[in-house]
């Protein structure tokens, strides 16, 4: 199967590879899929709390080149969004950038499931600290 | 010597031709184009005599005693196919039951499964995590309707190489046609129907660096006399097992391919498997939690299949892919998203099953070509395991297992 010329600069050029410190403020983070399956993401978002704006995201992936260049792409579109913004992030975008074919549709979903997965990570988080600063 | 890209160490999928091979078929597409059935003129005869004399060459490197025992076939899909279903046709009779293993090659598994859709029962006896089936698992199998026990002599990922004499024996003693898939051992590894009580024997051209679009069935003519019933039908060629006007070409060019197996044999296989060893111990020694597949010593010398831990199979391949062929798993199955069916046979788990790596040396590997994809695959897993949050995890010392991962 040949690679799609942005699925092959992503995976050669990944954007934002990495993980943010487990007590960076304003952090979300999404780990989804399975080893058994392939295909693991961990993708986390640096939101700041006084504007809702992610200012910084990261990923680290498990699988194949399609999958990897998903979340990266995931990554340079999640910064410089609000949360609510990010929420609307849908996986056929992903597949129409990427140019991916039918076999690899579920990386995108598993992209889109990660991002999910970080914004209700965030959430539940700040919604726990907003919680307690107003008691 | 100065490398040539891309690299091509995926030889269980198939190998470049040999020139020798090339320049002893091309008479065969001009000159001597004859029909070998042609009985009455000189077209006819000389064509006959090239497929006569390439006959004598693959029965020589199996130990045939008759060349008689080669009908050709169109490749080793078609031989299997010929083998077992021809088998299971002519013996109805007697029984429906058929003994094979988990980890024969697809074209064996789907014949099966195509079988037991037609009443016949099919035992898949499981193999060992060093890819090796025991015999007494075999024997435990047999029952008094069975008609066929059908091994690979070597298997096609991981290269284990099968106790064949063994299972000869045993078939012999209970009165049983024995197939042995013969598809990446033979003209590789010493094989002889004769010693090794081999009934029926797979074999095709383009793995022995001939041409593609022919193979053989080896078909036993005495002690027993096997019989089979034929797939193809119509001018009776091929003592009526496989009609269809010979291509003599690709015929001649599978026996002169044949011939030169033979006679480089011990030579090659020594200096694949130092080459092999170098490969082998070069990643291994260089990356943790890398796992070599299948069994150490018994396996084939071109062979090599390693699991990465925490990175998959496919994003390693593709990070190789610009400049060196590998295959993870079969070409037969790499059009599937599935993890290898052979590597989760032998026990490991479906995540290791996910990330093993197939490399397979050829006549033409050079030294330099595998110190190049050695120091090349260790920079690529280890590239992706800086991305990959199973390695990050288990660096922290969190048990992958102890994870509730939501499978989708």
């Known amino acids: ?135 | 010597m100065a490398l040539k890209f891309p690299i091509f160490m995926d030889a269980q999928s198939t190998t470049p031709g040999d020139p020798r091979v090339v320049e002893a078929m091309i008479p065969y597409f001009t000159e001597k184009f004859g029909h070998a059935a042609s009985r009455n003129h000189s077209f006819g005869w000389e064509a006959e005599a090239g497929v006569d004399r390439a006959r004598e060459q693959l029965a020589k490197i199996i130990g045939a005693r008759d060349p008689k025992e080669i009908v050709f076939t169109s490749g080793g899909t078609e031989s299997i196919n010929l083998a077992i279903k021809g088998v299971a046709e002519m013996y109805r009779e007697k029984g429906n039951h058929i003994v094979t293993t988990v980890i024969e090659q697809r074209a064996s598994l789907d014949v099966c499964k195509r079988l037991e859709r037609h009443g016949y029962e099919v035992t898949y006896v499981p193999v060992r995590p060093d890819g090796l089936v025991e015999l007494e698992a075999i024997q435990k199998a047999i029952t008094d309707r069975t008609i066929l026990i059908s091994v690979m002599v070597a298997n096609n990922e991981v290269g284990t190489i099968q106790d064949i004499a063994a299972i000869g024996r045993l078939a012999k003693e209970k009165g049983i046609i024995f197939h042995a898939d013969g598809t990446q051992a033979v003209g590789k590894i010493p094989l002889n129907v004769e010693t090794m009580g081999i009934d029926l024997l797979s074999c095709t051209a383009h793995l022995i660096y001939g041409p593609k679009g022919v193979g053989a069935l080896y078909v036993r003519r005495k002690g027993p006399r096997v019989r089979i019933a034929p797939l193809i039908d119509g001018g009776g060629h091929e003592r009526g097992m496989r009609s269809g006007t010979l291509p003599v070409p690709l015929i001649v060019g599978f026996g002169r391919a044949a011939e030169i197996c033979g006679e480089v044999m011990a030579e090659e296989s020594a200096r694949l498997a130092k080459l092999r060893d170098r490969l082998q111990d070069m990643i291994l020694s260089n990356v943790d939690e890398a796992f070599l597949n299948g069994h150490p010593e018994r396996r084939l010398p071109h062979n090599l299949n390693i699991s990465f831990a925490y990175v998959e199979g496919e994003s390693v391949l593709m990070g190789l892919n610009k400049e060196t062929a590998l295959s993870s798993g079969s070409a037969c199955t790499s059009s599937t998203l599935e993890p290898s069916y052979v590597i989760g046979a032998l026990g490991a788990s479906a995540e290791l099953a996910h990330s093993s790596i197939r490399f397979s040396l050829h006549r033409f590997t050079t030294e330099e070509e595998v110190e190049h994809v050695g120091a090349r695959t260790i920079e690529v897993v280890k590239r992706l395991r800086e991305m990959s949050p199973l390695y990050e995890l288990a660096k922290e010392g969190v048990d992958l297992k102890s994870i509730r991962w939501k499978a989708e």
């Open chain 1, 1 to 135: 199967m040949a690679y799609s010329e942005k699925v092959v600069d992503h995976y050669n050029n990944p954007r934002n590879v990495g993980s943010f410190a487990k007590d960076t403020p304003g952090l979300g983070t999404g780990l989804v899929g399975a080893p058994e399956c392939g295909d693991v993401m961990k993708l986390q978002i640096k939101v700041n709390l006084d504007t809702g704006v992610i200012e910084d995201a990261k990923f680290k992936t498990f699988g194949c080149g399609s999958a990897i260049a998903s979340s990266s792409l995931a990554t340079e579109w999640l910064k410089g969004k609000t949360v609510d913004e990010a929420s609307k992030i849908k996986n056929t975008d992903i597949v129409n950038e990427l140019k991916l074919p039918p076999v690899k549709i579920h990386c995108s979903v598993l992209a889109e499931d990660a991002i999910k997965a970080a914004l209700a990570d965030y959430r539940e988080k700040h919604a726990a600290a907003d919680a307690e600063a107003s008691t």
